[in-house]
């Protein structure tokens, strides 16, 4: 397998930061961006959830889920004793 080199710009601080957060996990900076890289390819995707900004209109997110999971709206149903089994642990929730 061939190498390949990366120029990335960052704040300084910032690349400081992960350093010696990497480090801490026995990580240099190198093997995480190649461990990101890989688990990008893996997942065809990033390989963690980007969040909202708490500003993010709630009208907008049921709406969105509205149109994702609306199709299955009426065509199942979950049973009434469901949440039966979490009843014995209210009192720790």
């Known amino acids: 397998m061939a190498n390949a080199n990366i120029n990335v710009r960052t704040d300084a601080a910032v690349k400081a930061q ?10 240099d900076l190198s093997t995480a961006v190649n461990l990101f890289l890989k688990q990008t390819v893996k997942a065809n995707n990033l390989p963690f959830a980007v969040g909202m900004s708490y500003a993010y209109p709630a009208e ?11 199709v299955w709206k009426g065509k199942y149903s979950l049973p009434k004793e469901f949440d039966a089994p979490l009843d014995d642990f209210k009192e720790y929730m």
Request: charged share 25%.
């Open 18 to 27: 992960a350093q010696q957060i990497f480090e801490s996990i026995g990580l």
């Open 60 to 70: 907008k997110v049921i709406a969105k889920r509205v149109s994702r999971y609306g």
